[in-house]
């Protein structure tokens, strides 16, 4: 990934994101016996955005506060409960 795909990822407006794009995360299925780097990237794949999702007919947009946990922790914290 880009610095520019991931900078658009980041900027996706809520207002702008149409929830039948959306992925919705409580039917994805990560491999739990994959390496953490391939599960982040087949998270990412099933996605398409990791920071505008859905969770049935709730839009979500993941944001991080500065100076909070990382993305990284915050990404491994959610796959580990996917």
Partial sequence: MTAEEHRKMLE???????????????????????????RKKQYIRKTGNPYMVCVGRMKVKVQFTEGGISFDEAFENLLLSV
Wanted: charged share 35%; aromatic share 4%; glycine share 4%.
């Fill in 12 to 38: 996706t407006s809520f207002e702008d994101a149409g929830l039948e794009n959306l992925a919705d995360i409580s039917k994805i299925r990560i491999n739990r016996e994959l390496p953490l780097d391939e």
